[in-house]
């Protein structure tokens, strides 16, 4: 291909950006999304640049793609805390749970009080079914910061794991704290109803359910 050609003579990122737009235009995406990421100007932002692109793949439905352009900021390195959280979100909703917990991993190794990345690695963690590794993870959010979201969120992952007594301790924790407003506001009452539905512990999340948020 006559761009191809052209980027063994110069590697100028004009060339590169160029390339992408023809090779996406021809059905070459993976080979578009590595250009598009060469052709990224010094002063331009990489991380918003290939976040775009992203979600254009995920409005189309294109889950493989979207991810692909999220994941090759994860190897190019120099990224801010923020930068890898807001890139974890997406590879999680583009259905990359594996590297979503390597982006929220890589967010707290440059900053372990990181609340949000603890956050949001514990929920993938839970997803995945290591529920012990999400409670240490939360545990310790909480200890930098205590908000709704890490106590509620606490109370349902001892619910998940079978740590009964803690979980219920943790939820009267969380209502006394925060309200029954805020737990209903972050969706206490339906992670209870899931695990209801699943059958995980259902009689103690019913139990729990009934006492704070009961069915209107």
């Known amino acids: 291909m006559a761009l191809e050609r052209l980027v063994e003579w110069t590697d100028s990122p ?11 235009r021809l059905g070459h995406h993976e080979e578009a999304i590595e250009q598009r990421y060469l052709g990224i100007e010094p002063e331009q932002d990489a991380v918003a640049i290939m976040l775009e692109l992203g979600d254009v793949y995920l409005r189309d439905s294109e889950r493989h793609m979207a991810a692909l352009a999220y994941s090759t900021l994860l190897s190019g390195g120099n990224l801010e805390v ?4 807001r890139i974890g979100i997406r590879l999680h909703k583009s259905g990359e749970g594996g590297q979503a917990i390597l982006a929220f991993r890589q967010a707290l190794a440059l ?3 990181s609340e949000e990345a603890h956050r949001n690695l514990v929920w993938l963690l839970l997803l995945n079914g290591d529920g012990e590794a999400a409670i240490q993870h939360l545990r310790r959010a909480i200890e930098l910061q205590l ?3 890490g106590l509620f969120t606490l109370a ?3 619910l998940n794991t079978g740590q009964t007594s803690k979980a219920k ?3 009267a924790s969380a209502v006394e704290t925060f309200g029954i407003k805020d737990g209903r506001r972050l969706g206490a009452p339906q992670n209870l109803n899931w695990l209801i539905e699943k059958g995980i512990h259902a009689q103690q999340a019913q139990a729990i359910r009934d006492r704070y948020w009961p069915e209107p």
Request: aromatic share 14%; no cysteine; proline share 7%.
């Open 169 to 171: 301790a943790t939820y």
């Open 82 to 85: 923020a930068d890898y959280v």
């Open 147 to 149: 908000t709704p979201e």
């Open 156 to 158: 349902f992952a001892y």
């Open 111 to 113: 900053n372990p009080a």
């Open 14 to 24: 004009r060339v590169h950006h160029d390339l992408a737009v023809a090779l996406r």
